[in-house]
């Protein structure tokens, strides 16, 4: 075993209850920071009607992507019969037909997967970049966060749909979901990155972090188990808000001919299809429209519900 497993050994077999002076040995004070932290904050979000209402959209959307033939009524979006084209909402048919008679409700019920997981996984990998790049550079500082950093402005400086257009037309990535969401990402996770950033060089400095250094800790473990779990908070609201952000930007692209293309189905392509019949079947613009704006507004009053919660500054 080496001198810094040895260390992070003893580290293990000491609470940070000891190196206070404050408490007992027997108290982790960093565990007992997050608990209340978590705790208080579910306490605040059970109280919040917003945060419930936002919750329940967002699982409905949820559901609808993972068995979205229970939503569609049975129908299938590719059983397409010409006769029906841009036949009105009816009893039967609830958002009428599109141009192909194409039953519309199955159509946008099966647009939700494509547009949720194109939001869900930008954000997976805005995460990942975020965290790490932040991380890396609010704990060495110095030369490596003025690198990361001017890095971090250069991307920045471009506008993320701006840049998601040019690299999607270069056809490098290709135009499925993955690409999508990967061109999204890329343009989008300097926030996530100053956010971790700054609560990392706010935290390295308290007392908890210093008397695991002193007790021979790595650098890898204070990182891990000290100052990220005490700088998520914040990063945790962005998130969530950017999910509904994502999943508009996805919308943008398609509409503007550069996101996803058919046969695939997202709420974008079926806005961009129906926006030259808006006039004579406005039933193709307005239910793709409205299910997205209640998808965005669902993981934006989660995101603003979390932040009031975790913040208490914010609280009215």
Same mark, same amino acid.
């Given at each position: 075993?080496?001198?810094?497993?040895?260390?992070?050994?003893? /580290?293990?077999?000491?609470?940070?209850?000891?190196?206070?002076? #404050?408490?007992?040995p027997?108290?982790? *004070?960093?565990?007992?920071?997050?608990?209340?932290?978590?705790?208080?904050?579910?306490?605040?979000? @059970?109280?919040? *009607?917003?945060?419930w209402?936002?919750?329940?959209?967002? *699982?409905?959307?949820?559901?609808? %992507?993972?068995?979205?033939?229970?939503?569609a009524?049975? %129908?299938?979006?590719?059983?397409?019969? #010409?006769?029906?084209?841009?036949?009105?909402?009816?009893?039967?048919?609830?958002?009428?037909?599109?141009?192909?008679?194409?039953?519309?409700?199955?159509?946008v019920?099966?647009?939700?997967?494509?547009? +949720?997981?194109?939001?869900? #996984? %930008?954000?997976?990998?805005?995460?990942? +970049?975020?965290?790490?790049?932040?991380?890396?550079?609010?704990?060495?500082g110095?030369?490596?966060?003025?690198?990361?950093?001017?890095?971090?402005?250069i991307?920045?400086?471009?506008?993320?749909?701006?840049?998601?257009?040019?690299?999607? &037309?270069?056809?490098?990535?290709g $135009?499925?979901? *993955?690409?999508?969401?990967?061109?999204?990402?890329?343009?989008?996770?300097?926030?996530?990155? $100053?956010?971790?950033r700054?609560?990392?060089?706010?935290?390295?400095?308290?007392?908890?972090?210093?008397?695991?250094?002193?007790?021979?800790?790595?650098? &890898?473990?204070?990182?891990? @188990? /000290?100052?990220?779990?005490? %700088?998520?908070?914040?990063?945790?609201?962005?998130?969530?808000?950017?999910?509904?952000?994502?999943?508009?930007?996805?919308?943008?692209?398609?509409?503007?001919?550069?996101?996803?293309? @058919?046969?695939?189905?997202?709420?974008?392509?079926?806005i961009?299809?129906?926006?030259? #019949?808006f $006039?004579?079947?406005? /039933?193709?613009?307005?239910?793709?429209?409205?299910? +997205?704006?209640?998808?965005?507004?669902?993981?934006i009053?989660?995101?603003?519900?979390? &932040?009031?919660?975790?913040?208490?500054?914010?609280?009215?």
């Amino acid at each position: 075993m080496t001198d810094q497993q040895q260390a992070d050994l003893r /580290h293990d077999e000491v609470t940070a209850g000891t190196t206070t002076g #404050l408490a007992s040995p027997s108290v982790d *004070v960093t565990q007992e920071r997050q608990n209340s932290l978590w705790s208080d904050a579910w306490g605040e979000l @059970r109280r919040n *009607v917003l945060f419930w209402i936002g919750a329940l959209l967002g *699982v409905l959307f949820l559901l609808m %992507a993972l068995f979205p033939q229970v939503f569609a009524r049975g %129908a299938d979006p590719r059983d397409c019969n #010409l006769a029906n084209s841009q036949q009105k909402p009816s009893a039967e048919h609830w958002f009428g037909f599109d141009q192909q008679g194409c039953d519309y409700l199955a159509n946008v019920v099966y647009g939700a997967r494509n547009s +949720l997981v194109i939001g869900l #996984l %930008a954000v997976l990998v805005i995460l990942l +970049l975020g965290i790490v790049v932040g991380a890396v550079s609010g704990f060495y500082g110095r030369a490596v966060d003025s690198v990361l950093s001017r890095v971090t402005d250069i991307f920045y400086a471009v506008p993320f749909i701006l840049g998601a257009i040019v690299v999607l &037309r270069s056809g490098v990535l290709g $135009r499925g979901v *993955v690409a999508v969401a990967i061109a999204l990402a890329a343009f989008s996770w300097m926030t996530a990155m $100053r956010l971790v950033r700054s609560q990392v060089i706010a935290v390295k400095s308290s007392d908890y972090v210093a008397a695991a250094r002193a007790m021979g800790a790595s650098n &890898r473990r204070i990182l891990v @188990r /000290h100052i990220l779990p005490n %700088a998520v908070a914040p990063v945790l609201v962005y998130t969530t808000i950017t999910i509904g952000v994502m999943i508009a930007a996805e919308a943008t692209l398609t509409f503007l001919g550069v996101g996803l293309q @058919r046969p695939a189905i997202s709420w974008g392509l079926q806005i961009e299809a129906g926006q030259s #019949l808006f $006039r004579s079947a406005p /039933h193709l613009v307005l239910f793709p429209s409205a299910i +997205l704006t209640l998808t965005v507004m669902a993981f934006i009053m989660m995101g603003d519900a979390l &932040r009031d919660a975790l913040d208490p500054r914010q609280r009215a």
